[in-house]
């Protein structure tokens, strides 16, 4: 039995040749992965500090942020890599991006949270 995967490709004149497009259910689930997490409830500021000695960080606001957005990266590749065998091209990764910095300020408030407020006198 042979079986025959459809993939959504297209021509695009700014690469010069054959580029993959994610497909869409997994633009959605990227999408939907950054949603349930904006509507998540924030981990306590308490365990900031054994998360900056655990990881050796000094900004615990930057390294959560960093940690997310690889994992919507994450969860893409390994979705591209269980259906059809490869890595994610320069396009999808591309994409990938695309979704996340659409969130960006959304991310970046949600993460804020953990910033050390500055005492002012």
């Known amino acids: 039995m042979v079986?025959?995967?459809?993939?959504?490709?297209?021509?695009?004149?700014?690469?010069?040749?054959?580029?993959?497009?994610?497909?869409?259910?997994?633009?959605d689930m990227?999408?939907?992965a950054i949603e349930n997490d904006l509507a998540a409830p924030?981990?306590?500021?308490?365990?900031?500090?054994k998360l900056k000695c655990v990881w050796k960080c000094e900004h615990a606001y930057d390294f959560l942020y960093g940690h997310?957005?690889?994992?919507?990266?994450?969860?893409?590749?390994?979705?591209?890599?269980e259906r059809y065998r490869r890595q994610l091209t320069e396009h999808e990764?591309?994409?990938?991006?695309?979704i996340?910095?659409?969130?960006?300020?959304g991310l970046r408030k949600y993460f804020a949270y953990y910033?050390?407020?500055?005492?002012?006198r």
Do not use: W
Not at 11 to 23: F, H, P
Not at 74 to 81: D, F, I, K, M, S
Not at 115 to 120: C, D, L, Y
């Open 3 to 27: 079986m025959v995967v459809i993939m959504d490709n297209f021509l695009s004149e700014s690469c010069g040749r054959q580029c993959m497009t994610l497909d869409k259910d997994i633009k």
């Open 30 to 32: 990227v999408k939907a």
């Open 42 to 49: 924030k981990v306590p500021k308490k365990r900031v500090p």
């Open 68 to 81: 997310r957005v690889g994992y919507y990266k994450g969860l893409a590749e390994g979705l591209v890599l």
């Open 93 to 98: 990764d591309n994409e990938v991006f695309e």
């Open 100 to 105: 996340t910095e659409s969130h960006a300020r």
């Open 115 to 120: 910033k050390v407020k500055r005492r002012t």
